[in-house]
């Protein structure tokens, strides 16, 4: 079993900045961020592979989201600038294995809780 708790969520304006971290009990192969906006589907944010450190993103928030992780601490951080309204959400942080995309949920065996990101314009 992998437990995972996010924090770092909350309300900002648009522009602003958040740091999400998800504290793990243990690793696992691939740690990932996934966000879910009411009515929408969820979708994965960005994944880190821990062993080569390799990170993947998807293209709405690319260059502006940063996926990274600290091995002392079995954390895993979202430091997320230049936010957009569209980048609402409910955020969870998932780990697990697999070989299939980085973004496919059913891949990940664990979830955390998940966090709220709110920006306004």
């Known amino acids: 079993q992998v437990q995972l708790v996010e924090s770092g969520g909350g309300s900002v304006q648009a522009g602003g900045s958040l740091r999400l971290s998800c504290s793990a009990s243990?690793?696992?192969?691939?740690m990932a961020w996934f966000r879910q906006a009411a009515g929408n589907e969820r979708e994965g944010v960005a994944a880190?592979?821990?062993?080569?450190?390799?990170?993947y993103y998807t293209d709405s928030v690319k260059g502006r989201f940063t996926i990274s992780q600290d091995n002392r601490k079995d954390t895993v951080y979202l430091q997320m600038n230049n936010l957009k309204p569209e980048d609402t959400a409910m955020y969870y942080c998932?780990?697990?294995?697999?070989?299939?995309?980085?973004?496919?949920?059913?891949?990940?065996?664990?979830w955390g809780q998940g966090t709220q990101v709110t920006v306004s314009s």
């Open positions: 998932a780990a697990g294995g697999g070989v299939s995309r980085w973004d496919s949920g059913p891949m990940y065996a664990y």
């Open positions: 243990r690793y696992t192969y691939r």
């Open positions: 880190i592979y821990t062993g080569d450190g390799s990170t």
